[in-house]
């Protein structure tokens, strides 16, 4: 194992309170979000945009490292600069999602498993010769209306995955982002949402201590502790940050390399003030504190663009300001009055 080429590569991608810009939404995701905006969904299209995000001026100020998709790896920017020599060359660091998404789990009605270790070492070392340095998989944990999900069935196979992953990129000299993402779906409570997460979280540390992955050398991608989306009782930024820090104080051990926010559906705001919040109130924590969101910075940006070419340098301008202002929120500095109105 690369030890210090791990370290040093998961020190990068937290360093100078940047984050990371999830680009790695499969094909059908994001020809849905294409159609919901009157976009062609077509390849050329994915890759024009794709382009945009990745020569956006600038982007390198509040972005260390970049997400990509299989078909984006394998693509070149229009220019015909393959799309991870072309993040390198703009001062940022390329990753890779890896899993094959989230399947139903046999005989665990209404839970998912993420697939896709089957030839996995073969991937990446592809990957990684094509100038990969990270990658991600996900796990999808549900919570159920009655109580009863997530099962411990659904959160061992999960983190059995996770672990299994993480042991294959570390051998690979890749840094693993290790997501498991308790969703934001339904009426749970905050409380609620802190006890499961903590739960996985638990479960997700026992398996990757038992595979012998380096946590110094790996990223975690957590969910915020939210309470669900149709609970009546919705929490203030303050209530997430604090709920959220004490949750990984918890749990979360003080060797991992650090903690990268998913943005799980929150709204751009929400998730800036949130982690801005963290920031302002808690100090001294063991791991940095950043953000690796894909709608909650790239959705500005899609609506600017709308799959025409001349709103190409508005979208990147939409882009870079919401980069910015998630580097803001990792300092502490985010105030809401900063968003252009709506």
């Not at 990068?12 to 979000?33: F, I, Y």
């Not at 309470?227 to 749990?251: I, M, N, W, Y």
């Not at 882009?319 to 985010?334: D, H």
């Amino acid at each position: 194992m690369q030890e210090q080429t791990l370290k040093a590569t998961a020190a990068a991608l937290t360093a100078d309170a940047k984050g990371l810009l999830a680009m790695d939404e499969s094909n059908p995701t994001a020809n849905k979000r294409f159609a919901a905006l009157g976009i062609a969904q077509t390849p050329e299209m994915r890759r024009s945009y794709r382009d945009l995000i990745v020569t956006a001026p600038g982007l390198a100020g509040a972005i260390s490292g970049a997400i990509l998709y299989d078909e984006t790896i394998r693509s070149t920017t229009l220019a015909g600069v393959p799309f991870a020599r072309a993040l390198e060359q703009a001062g940022i660091i390329a990753g890779i999602k890896v899993d094959a998404g989230a399947k139903p789990l046999a005989l665990h009605e209404g839970e998912l498993v993420t697939e896709g270790l089957d030839g996995l070492r073969d991937r990446l070392a592809e990957y990684s010769a094509m100038g990969a340095r990270f990658a991600k998989w996900r796990a999808v944990i549900t919570i159920g209306e009655a109580g009863d999900l997530p099962s411990r069935g659904c959160i061992e196979a999960n983190a059995h995955a996770l672990a299994r992953y993480a042991a294959l990129c570390q051998e690979a000299g890749i840094v693993p982002i290790v997501e498991p993402e308790v969703l934001m779906d339904g009426a749970h409570t905050l409380a609620r949402c802190a006890q499961v997460t903590e739960r996985t979280l638990q479960v997700v540390f026992a398996a990757l201590r038992t595979q012998r992955v380096l946590l110094e050398g790996m990223l975690l991608k957590p969910n915020m502790v939210v309470p669900g989306l149709k609970c009546p009782a919705q929490a203030s930024a303050d209530e997430v940050a604090d709920a959220t820090v004490a949750s990984f104080r918890r749990v979360v051990p003080a060797a991992v390399g650090g903690v990268a926010f998913l943005s799980g559906g929150q709204s751009a705001r929400d998730a800036s003030a949130r982690l801005n919040a963290m920031h302002v109130r808690h100090v001294d924590l063991p791991w940095p504190l950043a953000f690796s969101f894909a709608r909650a910075i790239q959705d500005p940006a899609m609506k600017a663009w709308g799959g025409r070419k001349e709103n190409v340098a508005a979208a990147q301008k939409a882009l870079v300001e919401r980069a910015r202002l998630n580097r803001l929120a990792r300092l502490g500095q985010y105030a809401a009055a900063m968003e252009t109105p709506r």
